[in-house]
């Protein structure tokens, strides 16, 4: 069995090496045998900047939701700033109920203005209706099952908003 394995790859080998030399090198950027062709658009350093828009509150809200439906815990985590998750085991906490929702979606959101004079400089807050499907045999959390509320409040850091927290009322 062993020599039939190592005659398989042998013959896998010498296909590819094959089909690898028969092909013709295209002329690339590198000159050589690269495959990538080169353009004649201008250097990222000759090209003036166009102001691109960064991502609102709502749309980082929104994709936190997202990240937690695709199963991207971490992704989603990483959204929240350091007020929210100050250590790794608070991180591991909401690990395991965002890995409790089978599914989450977004309702409906909009912002909120109770208590603004409170805020901080940077901070929005949000209504977001959410609706939360829950794995059988989950732990119980804060989170139910069906139609959920929250108030998420996102604060811009370094140019950025980040998830500041999330609470069941305003």
């Given at each position: 069995m062993q020599k039939f394995i190592l005659l398989f790859i042998a013959i896998a080998a010498t296909i590819i090496t094959v089909v690898?030399?028969?092909?013709?090198p295209k002329s690339g950027i590198s000159g050589g045998g690269s495959?990538?062709?080169p353009t004649k658009s201008a250097s990222?350093?000759?090209v003036i900047s166009?102001?691109?828009?960064?991502?609102?509150?709502e749309d980082v809200i929104r994709?936190?939701?997202?990240?937690?439906h695709e199963k991207k815990?971490?992704?989603?985590?990483?959204?929240?700033d350091e007020t929210l998750v100050p250590s790794d085991s608070v991180k591991q906490e909401y690990g395991v109920v965002f890995n409790s929702f089978s599914s989450i979606s977004i309702s409906k959101i909009g912002l909120e203005t109770f208590g603004k004079e409170d805020w901080k400089e940077g901070e929005e807050r949000f209504r977001v209706d959410l609706q939360i499907s829950i794995k059988?045999?989950?732990q119980k959390s804060m989170w139910d099952e069906g139609a959920n509320t929250r108030?998420?409040?996102?604060?811009?850091?370094?140019?950025r908003f980040m998830i500041h927290d999330i609470a069941t009322g305003p």
């Open positions: 690898t030399l028969g092909q013709k495959t990538v062709a990222p350093s000759s166009q102001d691109v828009p960064l991502p609102t509150g994709t936190f939701i997202q990240l937690i815990i971490p992704e989603a985590i990483g959204l929240m059988p045999q989950s108030w998420i409040t996102v604060v811009k850091k370094e140019g």
